[in-house]
């Protein structure tokens, strides 16, 4: 049996159990340690998956002491950065970083120098990349099944930064990582809302137009009903696709809606129901890290490069709401658009009070982020 590689996880909340269960469901990793200021959050991902790693209350200790071949950063968004740029300094093989990829288009991009200079292979969590249903979508729109993509059109919430990054980077994925070229949108902030830490809008509306001619709306928080996925018009015919499944409409569907639903690598549909897309995706997101460590790719579908450009469209987006005008890509202001907005007096809340939309996450007495680790 191969060696198996060995993997650290900075950050025991949540999102590091989809992390963990990607890894284990391969079968080509061993989870070896894990980093977090709460004993108590490692010990319930002890005994929910049946491991026993080593448990740090410093992240930099256990990257010195357990020199592990990848590393999965779970942390905050605020903490995406620098425990990236730190765990790179120990040269392990990858790091799989969970996205959005940082709180600033400065800060990923100090990601993208700190994991280069140290050869180290950087992927940003975006598992839906690995889902088949947007696959299959990719492949009929490479071979013109609805011919030429005119628009895309796709409903977020909970601020852009978190939930819409995944279908900024989606448009990319669907369209074979053609470029955004530029952006123009606005945005709504009356209340002080962050997510995970991070300030996000009320509302927000953009337009991301692409090198090769099609366009990608976004809706976010102005339609109740929201959903990973998109629905993309064609000259030729439609696609509806969700994370499960994807239906065509075209000439040779004899104008009916045709259903596909097609298996993952890992799991099917049938067998996991609505975590379908959390553990299909994490899973082959997890084996292509492996691969990709071992040399059997030559890249991954979330390597770093791609993260960031998702990051920046987000951010562009409050780039052209700050600006009042449409955004070139690439972005060039590295810091956070919104934060310039609120911190400047241009975007000052109506209704005052933070508040965060994931503080039921916390532990103990925070009410608004853990401590960076």
Request: aromatic share 8%; with cysteine; glycine share 8%.
């Amino acid at each position: 049996m191969a060696t198996k590689l060995r993997a650290a996880i900075i950050g025991a909340g949540g999102i590091s159990g989809n992390h963990i269960r990607g890894y284990l469901t391969t079968e080509r990793f061993d989870i070896v340690a894990l980093a977090d200021l709460s004993p108590e959050s490692m010990a319930e991902k002890n005994e929910m998956f049946g491991i026993s790693p080593t448990h740090y209350t410093d992240a930099r200790r256990m990257m010195e002491e357990e020199r592990p071949d990848v590393v999965s950063i779970c942390t905050w968004h605020r903490g995406h950065a620098p425990w990236t740029i730190a765990a790179a300094a120990y040269k392990p093989q990858a790091i799989l970083c969970e996205k959005p990829m940082a709180d600033s288009v400065g800060a990923a991009e100090r990601m993208l120098i700190a994991c280069r200079r140290n050869d180290v292979k950087l992927a940003i969590g975006h598992q839906r990349r690995f889902l088949p249903s947007y696959t299959l979508a990719q492949e009929l729109i490479a071979r013109k099944a609805i011919g030429d993509v005119h628009l895309i059109q796709s409903c977020g919430g909970a601020g852009l930064p978190n939930y819409s990054s995944h279908q900024t980077d989606m448009y990319r994925y669907l369209l074979d990582d053609d470029e955004c070229v530029w952006v123009m949108g606005n945005i709504e902030r009356k209340t002080d809302q962050h997510e995970r830490g991070t300030r996000i809008e009320d509302r927000a509306m953009a337009v991301f137009q692409f090198a090769g001619g099609p366009r990608a709306l976004i809706l976010s928080d102005l339609v109740p009903n929201y959903y990973q996925g998109a629905l993309i018009y064609g000259s030729e015919g439609l696609l509806n696709m969700t994370t499960d499944e994807l239906q065509l409409l075209n000439a040779d569907s004899g104008g009916k809606w045709e259903r596909h639903v097609p298996a993952g690598r890992f799991y099917t549909v049938d067998e996991l129901g609505s975590r379908f897309e959390w553990e299909e995706g994490s899973a082959a997101q997890a084996d292509e890290l492996a691969d990709w460590v071992e040399g059997k790719v030559e890249t991954h579908r979330g390597r770093g490069e791609n993260g960031y450009k998702a990051l920046q469209m987000i951010h562009a987006v409050y780039e052209s709401a700050r600006l009042h005008e449409q955004v070139q890509m690439p972005l060039q202001t590295r810091v956070n658009p919104l934060d310039l907005m609120v911190e400047s007096g241009h975007l000052t809340p109506q209704r005052p009070g933070r508040y965060d939309i994931r503080a039921a996450l916390l532990r103990n007495e925070n009410m608004n982020e853990d401590t960076e680790n």
